[in-house]
C-alpha cells in the first residue's frame, strides 16, 4: 500500500510558538526532505507576506529530484468572484504546479467565521477549485474542521468534500483542525469519507492537542486515507501536528506501507536533528525512534536481557532509522549494563573479574549517592573508567585556580576574572583569563594554559551549561549539580560536576570536558 507523504513544517510548523527558519535554512530544509523522499513540501502562503513570495521565486531556480512545492491559500471571498480574488492571484503567482487550499466544513465556521451561507460556502470552494484547474493547477482541497462538521452534520460535511472532488481537486485533505478528535472517530469519519468517495485520493492532517496526532494519522491510513500530512518533529501551532518523523517508520516497519525509499529510513535521525539545527531548538531525547533515549537501557534486568536478545526490549532495530542503542550506567544498573556501556564508550572490561566489575560498579553508584548522575555525561563516566582501569595518566596536572568577581557600581556589569595553575610534562603553565561569569572566565584561563601544548582544544566548543539544586530544603548550601555540554566538528560529549560551591562543580565539569577531548584525541 503506497501512501504520499505532504510535509507542511514551513506553513503550518513554523505557526508553532519559537519555530522559525532563515531564508537560507529553509531552502536547506527543502532539499533534505527532497532526499528524504517527501512527496509533497507546502511552502508556505503564496502571497501573506513579502518572504514567502521570495521564497516561492528563489524556489523556481531550485532542482529538485523528488518532491513537489505546493503553494497554500484559501478559496475565494463570498463577495469576490475567484478571478476577482486576490488570494487566488497570488497563488497563481506562485508558478507552482500544485496547490492547496483550504474551505469550511463545519457549519459553525460557516455562519460564524464566514458569515454566509452553506450554499455559498460550497459554491466558493468549487468555484476556486474551478478556476485554479482552468489555469492549470493541480489542487489538493484541505476540508478544514472536517471531523468537528462531521461530528455535528455528517452529510453537510461530506456534501463539502464531495463537491470539492467534482470541481476538480486532485485530493481532498481531511482536517483535524482543533486537535481534538479521539482516533476511533477519526477512523469512522475517514472511512465514510473513502466510501463516498471511492475514486480520490483521501488525505488525513491532524493535531496534537489531545497527544494523539500521530494515532490519528494512522487510524486514518486504517480507515483509507493514502496521504498523510504532517511536520517533521512535530512542530506546529499550539501543542504542535503530527509528527512526519514518528509516522513514517510506523508505516514503514509497523503497516508495511511504502512512503519512502528504505535507505533512506536510515536517515531519519539525521533529519530530525538538522530540522532542529535549522531551527535552534533543542532536540527531545524521549522522541519516538529518533531521540537519544529511544532505544535507551538503564534497568540492569533489561540490559541483561538485550544482551541476550535486543528484541526483548527494542521494537525494531535502532539502525533502521539511523538511531543507535544507548545503555545507561545508574545506582539500577547491573554489571551487564557496566560492560555494554564500557564497550559503547570504548573501554574495554573482558579481562576483568565480576568482583573487579561489582567494585567498579559500586564505585559509580557512590558518586551518584553523592549527586553525580552519569545518564548525560557520558565524558566524564568515560573518563572514571579510564582512571579505575589505570590506562594512562592525565594529559595535564591541575595546581590550583582563583577566581574574582567585582562589581563596580549600580547599573555596571559584572567582571570575572580567573587565574589557573597547570603542569604539564613538567612545565607550569600560569594564565589568567575574563569572562561575562566566573565560569567563562574559568574556561577562557584553562583554554588559554593549554592550547600552546594541545592545539586541538582550539576546536572544542561548549554548547550548553545545566545548574541542578539537588537539595534546596538547604538554600544557599545546597549541593549543585552542574552539567555541561562540549563539543567539536565531528561529535559531542557530556560532563558532571556536584559540590555545595557552583563554582567547584562548574570547573569539575569544565575539567573533565577538557580531559575528555584530549582523551579521545589520543
Known amino acids: 500500500m503506497r501512501i504520499s507523504l505532504y510535509d507542511t513544517t514551513l506553513r503550518d510548523g513554523v505557526q508553532g510558538e ?91 465556521h460557516v455562519q460564524k467565521v464566514l458569515g454566509t451561507t452553506a450554499e455559498t460556502n460550497l459554491a466558493m470552494i ?54 481534538g478528535t479521539l482516533p476511533h472517530a477519526i477512523f469512522t469519519a475517514t472511512q465514510a469519507a473513502c466510501d463516498r468517495l471511492p475514486n480520490c485520493r483521501i488525505g ?20 483509507g486515507a493514502r496521504m498523510v500530512q504532517g511536520c517533521i518533529n512535530g512542530y506546529g501551532e499550539r501543542t504542535g501536528n503530527a509528527d512526519l518523523v514518528t509516522i513514517i517508520p510506523t508505516l514503514a516497519c509497523k503497516m508495511g506501507c511504502s512512503c519512502i525509499a528504505p535507505d533512506r529510513l536510515a536517515t531519519l535521525r539525521d533529519v530530525s536533528l538538522i530540522t532542529h539545527d535549522l531551527t535552534n531548538r533543542r532536540p527531545d531525547p524521549q522522541q519516538p525512534y529518533v531521540g537519544q533515549s529511544a532505544f535507551s537501557h538503564k534497568a540492569g534486568t533489561h540490559v541483561n536481557a538485550v544482551a541476550k536478545d535486543p528484541r526483548t526490549f527494542e521494537h525494531i532495530d535502532p539502525a533502521v532509522v539511523g538511531n543507535s542503542r544507548h545503555v545507561l550506567v545508574s545506582e539500577l544498573s ?140 538547604q538554600a544557599t548550601r545546597a549541593t549543585t549539580r552542574v552539567l555541561i555540554e562540549s563539543g567539536d566538528a565531528t561529535r559531542q560529549w557530556g560532563t558532571v560536576g556536584v559540590s555545595e560551591n557552583i563554582i567547584e562543580a562548574s570547573w569539575q565539569a569544565l575539567l573533565d570536558s577538557v580531559e575528555y577531548l584530549l582523551l579521545k584525541e589520543g
Open 204 to 223: 488525513i492532517h491532524t493535531h496534537n492537542d489531545t497527544g494523539m496526532a500521530v494515532a490519528n494519522a494512522i487510524e486514518a491510513v486504517r480507515g
Open 18 to 108: 519559537g519555530i522559525t527558519f532563515s531564508e537560507d535554512g529553509k531552502m536547506r530544509f527543502v532539499h533534505l526532505l527532497d532526499d528524504l523522499g517527501i512527496d509533497f513540501i507546502e511552502g508556505g502562503f503564496a502571497g501573506s507576506n513579502p518572504r514567502d513570495r521570495r521564497f516561492f521565486t528563489a524556489l523556481k531556480r531550485e532542482s529538485l529530484s523528488h518532491a513537489k512545492i505546493v503553494a497554500f491559500g484559501l478559496t475565494r471571498r463570498a463577495d469576490l468572484t475567484a478571478g476577482e480574488d486576490p488570494q487566488l492571484a497570488d497563488l497563481l503567482a506562485a508558478e507552482t504546479e500544485w496547490v492547496a487550499i483550504y474551505g469550511k466544513c463545519w457549519m459553525l
Open 334 to 473: 547491573g554489571v551487564s549494563n557496566l560492560r555494554m556501556k564500557a564497550q559503547e564508550l570504548g573501554e574495554d572490561l573482558s579481562t576483568k573479574s565480576r568482583e573487579e566489575l561489582r567494585t567498579l560498579l559500586e564505585r559509580i553508584k557512590h558518586q551518584e549517592n553523592l549527586g553525580y548522575s552519569y545518564e548525560s555525561a557520558d565524558g566524564s563516566l568515560k573518563l572514571l573508567l579510564h582512571r579505575a582501569l589505570g590506562d594512562a595518566a592525565s594529559a595535564f596536572a591541575f595546581e590550583g585556580f582563583r577566581v574574582i568577581v567585582e562589581k563596580r557600581g549600580p547599573g555596571e556589569p559584572c567582571i570575572s576574572e580567573a587565574t589557573i595553575k597547570v603542569k604539564v610534562n613538567d612545565e607550569t603553565a600560569l594564565t589568567a583569563g575574563e569572562g561575562s561569569g566566573p565560569v567563562d572566565a574559568l574556561n577562557a584561563a584553562l583554554r588559554r594554559a593549554l592550547t600552546r601544548f594541545y592545539p586541538e582544544i582550539n576546536d572544542m566548543a561548549l554548547t550548553d551549561y545545566r545548574v541542578r539544586i539537588l537539595d534546596p530544603q
Open 126 to 179: 468549487a468555484d476556486s477549485i474551478r478556476y485554479l484547474r482552468e489555469k492549470g493547477r493541480q489542487v489538493l482541497f484541505d476540508a478544514e474542521h472536517f471531523f468537528d462538521g462531521y461530528q455535528d452534520d455528517p452529510a453537510y460535511a461530506l456534501k463539502v468534500v464531495e463537491t470539492a472532488f467534482a470541481a476538480g481537486a486532485a485530493g481532498i485533505v481531511l482536517c483535524d483542525t482543533n486537535g
